[in-house]
């Protein structure tokens, strides 16, 4: 959270942007990850393309006239790759495109579910430079490669290619490996936005940083299954801090909102019930909270157990000396 010129206050949720490279995201479950799965090979086979290429968003974009042999080459490798060992050919044939094939590459694995390599491809995209010829291609063409981030548990966000989609599939993939310190370094800085505050407040919720959880989430109210999976690691955080009350406020706000999706709905249940026994209550209602007892009570409970002592030493004592 970041201080505005203006006295406004910046979040690191909050997106100002008018146009983004997010489209909506939605809860994983089993019934909705089969679904995907049969709607991919169907999509696949009626516009008879491979559901193992990296996913377009439409139809693929067209080769403009006139266009370079680079370019075509490298637009026939993106589009009907589906493996990443294409890709990575291309790139070593052509340096000014390593870069850019090194990231395409590294988005393709991130797709098959291979974390390590995805995440060695990457980086080495990151960190190397593109000609001009190479950005253009990517400015031209590239913009509707979409791929689907895991930002948090269960939490996933289809993204337009940018810098986003690939700083969060790589934090993705480094939090998957347990690099959970290089996985929130990879998204602190990208611009404002609830997938990059998830991705951020899971690997700083995974390190025990729980006051950055608290004080990045500030203000955040439940306006999405986004907003409300960001809720629900607030409260755990506020929870871990012994701050009971502020967690039961931020699980209430993920549960006011009447369409929130069931499985967070569930999540933020199971939450106060584990919060209840914290507190050694068995709901959280106000009037089954245990006092503590009084001060007196516990002077006289001392006392009473005192006495109780002494009258038996002293019948023992009679006992023994015959009376």
């Not at 009626?46 to 974009?61: C, F, I, K, Y």
């Not at 850019?100 to 960190?127: D, I, N, P």
């Not at 990879?186 to 950055?212: I, N």
């Not at 009037?287 to 002293?314: C, F, G, H, Q, Y």
Request: contains cysteine; proline residues 4%; neutral net charge.
């Amino acid at each position: 959270m970041s201080q505005a010129p203006n006295g406004r206050v910046h979040t690191i949720f909050h997106d100002t942007r008018d146009l983004t490279p997010f489209r909506e995201g939605y809860v994983r479950t089993s019934v909705r990850g089969l679904a995907d799965g049969v709607n991919d090979v169907l999509s696949g086979v009626l516009s008879g393309r491979d559901h193992a290429r990296l996913t377009v968003a439409g139809n693929v974009p067209r080769l403009r006239m006139l266009s370079s042999k680079m370019a075509k080459a490298m637009h026939e490798a993106v589009f009907t790759s589906t493996e990443p060992d294409r890709l990575l050919a291309f790139g070593r044939m052509y340096p000014g495109w390593a870069g850019l094939c090194h990231v395409m590459a590294g988005l393709l694995a991130y797709k098959h579910g291979g974390f390590l390599r995805a995440s060695e491809l990457l980086q080495r995209g990151l960190t190397t430079r593109i000609d001009d010829d190479a950005s253009q291609f990517s400015a031209t063409y590239l913009g509707q490669v979409v791929t689907k981030v895991e930002v948090a548990e269960r939490i996933e966000v289809p993204v337009l290619f940018s810098e986003e989609s690939v700083f969060l599939a790589l934090s993705h993939c480094l939090r998957e490996m347990g690099m959970t310190e290089a996985a929130l370094e990879a998204v602190v800085t990208l611009p404002p936005s609830l997938p990059s505050a998830l991705a951020r407040c899971t690997a700083a919720y995974s390190l025990e940083r729980h006051r950055d959880v608290v004080l990045w989430t500030e203000g955040l109210l439940n306006t999405d299954d986004l907003s409300a999976a960001l809720l629900l690691i607030r409260a755990r955080s506020q929870r871990a801090r012994g701050d009971f009350e502020s967690a039961q406020v931020a699980l209430k706000e993920v549960l006011r909102r009447r369409k929130t999706n069931l499985a967070l709905k569930n999540d933020a249940l199971t939450d106060r019930a584990l919060l209840a026994l914290d507190q050694g209550r068995r709901t959280l209602t106000p009037w089954s909270k245990r006092p503590a007892p009084p001060a007196e009570l516990e002077t006289l409970e001392v006392i009473r157990k005192d006495a109780e002592m002494r009258r038996l030493w002293e019948n023992d004592f009679r006992q023994l000396g015959g009376e």
